[in-house]
């Protein structure tokens, strides 16, 4: 890849790599910039300005509004409107830590428990999965 230009930034890389594949299933050529070696120290990724989308220039306006429209349909705060939404573990560190513990010694399989409510970031508000908000087909993405 030759001639690459920034499409974005993340600070966390699930979703760099979320991106980049999404970019990928639709035959663009994409890669991650070098933030992506520290991508397991979230505060060396941070200090290095986030993890780097690169793509083409020439497929630079084709990778923006395939993102766009992937962020429209993100869950939002049902109080703000903030994409900003982190999960909250449900039962407790200590139960989920146990739990982790017990699943690993007895099945060698790690536990997950998925979690059920998120928390924003802007606003702190508590929502369960069936509160949040998705952007409509057509509008623009909450802010």
Same mark, same amino acid.
């Given at each position: 890849? &030759? @001639?690459?230009?920034?499409?974005?930034?993340? $600070?966390?890389? /699930?979703?760099? %790599? #979320?991106?980049?594949? +999404?970019?990928?299933?639709h035959? *663009?050529?994409? &890669?991650?910039?070098?933030?992506?070696?520290a !991508? %397991? @120290?979230?505060? *060396?990724?941070? !200090?290095?300005g986030? #993890?780097?989308?690169?793509?083409?220039?020439?497929?630079?306006?084709k990778?923006? &509004?395939?993102?766009?429209?992937?962020?429209? %349909?993100?869950? !939002?705060?049902?109080?703000?409107?903030?994409?900003? $939404?982190?999960a909250?573990?449900?039962?407790?560190? /200590?139960?989920?830590? *146990?739990l982790?513990?017990?699943? /690993?010694? #007895?099945?060698?399989?790690? +536990? &997950?428990? !998925?979690?059920d409510?998120?928390?924003? $970031? @802007?606003?702190?508000q $508590?929502?369960?999965? @069936?509160?949040?908000?998705f952007?409509?087909?057509g %509008?623009?993405?909450?802010?």
């Amino acid at each position: 890849m &030759s @001639d690459l230009v920034e499409v974005t930034r993340f $600070l966390d890389a /699930t979703e760099a %790599q #979320i991106a980049l594949g +999404y970019l990928r299933s639709h035959d *663009l050529d994409a &890669s991650l910039g070098e933030g992506h070696f520290a !991508a %397991q @120290d979230s505060p *060396l990724t941070m !200090a290095l300005g986030g #993890i780097r989308l690169l793509v083409p220039a020439a497929v630079l306006p084709k990778a923006r &509004s395939l993102l766009a429209a992937a962020e429209r %349909q993100r869950p !939002a705060c049902p109080a703000c409107g903030s994409l900003r $939404l982190v999960a909250v573990p449900s039962g407790g560190p /200590t139960r989920g830590g *146990l739990l982790a513990f017990l699943s /690993t010694l #007895i099945a060698w399989a790690p +536990y &997950s428990a !998925a979690s059920d409510r998120r928390r924003c $970031l @802007d606003c702190n508000q $508590l929502a369960g999965l @069936d509160e949040l908000r998705f952007a409509q087909e057509g %509008q623009e993405s909450p802010t």
